[in-house]
């Protein structure tokens, strides 16, 4: 399932738009190897539902059980849901019907935002993108969001800025969008400290001042969706995602040797594990593989909010949880060499950390390689 470093290959070109329906045949380069295309009617993903009422009352009794029930997901998968979290649904709505006004414009208008090589924000596509075959079906926004006291309005100005005017609005409600995401993680980040028998508060200071990455994900039909993939196979380099779907089902998880669907839920926030978080608890918990399918009937989109720490915060584990039969498995780093390497010599796969771990090993990398 792993995909190989492909950074040298230069952006595919295309005679036309590929995601158009009038085309009979997907592209070759968006056709996956046999074994890694999607599976038909996978099984569901029983990810448990982790209702935060309680806790966010400060009921002592629903905070350890809220931590129970994430700490047995986290050591079986990475993956869990959350209920009753606290975000007003039409603030999600609106997230999700926002997202229709920047990806329906016309392919010209939303290159105005095109992701520049080597950076991981702005507009990105498969045919833009740099690589040359195993093409996810998806085109994406990507932007960062800052919760550090006196930045309070990054992403309104990244939407005037880059985007353009006329999307000052949806730059207010994507920064609004990212404050309860924000809020939230630092909450599940408490539950997560607690099930690991770490200081409740050693995690929630460590993201406070978080500089994280906000992505609308929009997979459109496609005519062959037995061949290609939305996303491919991964695990995220992240420290924790927040994800919501849609109503239509895509998201796949790999556990015990098979992928399984987790299917909507509008009330829930689908929470997993990234690399960067499994690093910081040496490695007790693991970032789990997972994918996106598409169909031939009508576009699926996401939002999903990957927590990151602040970019001169070093990530390494806390005492608790190291030890003589505990011993060390990954080297201290910071977040930005991490995004580094993942987005200018790796593609992300399951062994991202495991081949990060080895690359900061090499004495002759710097920031310009």
Known sequence: MTIPCMIKNQ?????HYPFSLHQSHIPQQFIWPDPEKPSLDPPELHAPLVDLRGFLAG????????????GKACRHHGF?????????ARLIANAHQYMDRFFKQPLEEKRRAERKVGEHCGYSSSFIGRFSSKLPWKETLSFEYCAEKGISNGVEDYFCTSVGQDFAHLGKIYQEYCSAMSTISI???????MSLGVNRAHFKDFFEENESIMRLNYYPPCQNPDQTLGTGPHCDPTSLTILHQDNIDGLQVFVDNEWRSVPPNPDAFVVNIGDTFMALTNGRYKSCLHRAVVNNKCPRKSLAFFLCPKKDRVV???????????????????????????QKHYRADMNTLKSFSNWLQLPHKTSQD
């Open 80 to 88: 869990f849901q959350v209920t009753n979290h606290g975000v007003d």
């Open 316 to 342: 390494s584990p806390p005492p608790e949880l190291v030890g003589p039969n505990n011993p060390r498995i990954y080297p201290d780093f910071t977040w930005p060499k991490l995004l580094e390497f993942t």
């Open 187 to 193: 909450k599940i980040m408490e539950l997560l400290a």
């Open 59 to 70: 009921e002592p009794d629903a905070l350890f059980e809220a931590a129970e029930l994430i």
């Open 11 to 15: 952006s595919p070109s295309f005679p």
